[in-house]
């Protein structure tokens, strides 16, 4: 299983929300949502398509970045509001010193995943609430970290998490980089004893609120290449090369998607949905805006991963 981690921001929503009705994605993905708007109303548009699709991402009670940090009661309320079968979203909670001091709350809940992402808490301390009947799951960042706890916690479901993405400080600076590999996890994970892996997509796992118009415009895209005996997971970036100015940012998307379809049959870009409306807008003349773009990269990281865990359960 491939769990992406995403921030509750309108362009990652709308990214789930059009995959949710996706066999492979409702087979292969579960999504977890760390929430980081106070404004609740994008999360409840997506749990109602989340519902209508049978399609079940985690909700982060406890978030560590945004406008809800150290406000937990609001996701809980929340989760509390709803009645059980319009509930899409499954509860988790990163393992941080609240949710120890609270640890109580965690039998209010079924299927809960805790996610250890950078935690200030011990080994000892995690395990401690990994002992709740409730918890079904837990997520180790790194796990390399962690090594005596994943020897505790054998008897449970060990998702592992990493953060791939190598973010350049500028758009521009992704001009010269050749395509290069982003993971090999989706090939290793089941041997080294993980019921699922995950990343950040291809977002930077490092939160931040941007707003300015690019100089550059950097489409990053996911695709499957064979190496010998397994397929890995790489990206390739096209950046636009009119990048003097901030003006004309429709020109500079144009500039980086052309490449992109230029290189499909290089490299075996699948043509999924993703691809087909990234190919419309170009086609049509279209800029749909950097948001859609971020929504659409997303997408086919997603969609990519699926279709690899689809491909590799049909042969077995």
Known sequence: M???????????????????????????????????????????????????????????????????????????????????????????????????????????????????????????????????????????????????LKRSLSDKRLIRLDDWFEAEQRNADYLPLPPHKFSEENAYYQGENYSGYGDFTLLPMTYTERGFAPRAVAIHWSFLKDNRTVEEIWVAHYTSVSNYSTTDVAGKFREAVQKLIWDREKYGFTENQAYEELKTYYDEGRYPGLGTLKKLSIQNHILVNAEYLSSVNDES
């Open 2 to 148: 491939y769990f992406p981690l995403l921030r509750g921001r309108q362009f990652e929503l709308l990214a789930l929300r059009g995959l949710a009705d996706d066999s492979r994605c409702q087979k292969f993905v579960v999504p977890i949502i760390e929430p980081v708007r106070l404004d609740l109303r994008v999360l409840q548009l997506a749990n109602d398509r989340f519902s209508e699709c049978d399609f079940h991402p985690y909700l982060i009670a406890n978030p560590s970045v945004g406008e809800l940090v150290d406000m937990p009661q609001v996701i809980l309320d929340y989760l509390s509001g709803f009645e059980k079968e319009d509930l899409a979203y499954r509860p988790a909670f990163l393992c941080d010193r609240w949710i120890l001091q609270h640890r109580q709350l965690l039998e209010h809940f079924e299927d809960v995943l805790l996610v250890c992402i950078n935690s200030q808490l011990s080994d000892d301390d995690i395990a401690v609430l990994a002992e709740s009947s409730s918890i079904s799951g837990v997520v180790l960042f790194e796990p390399e970290r962690h090594r005596s």
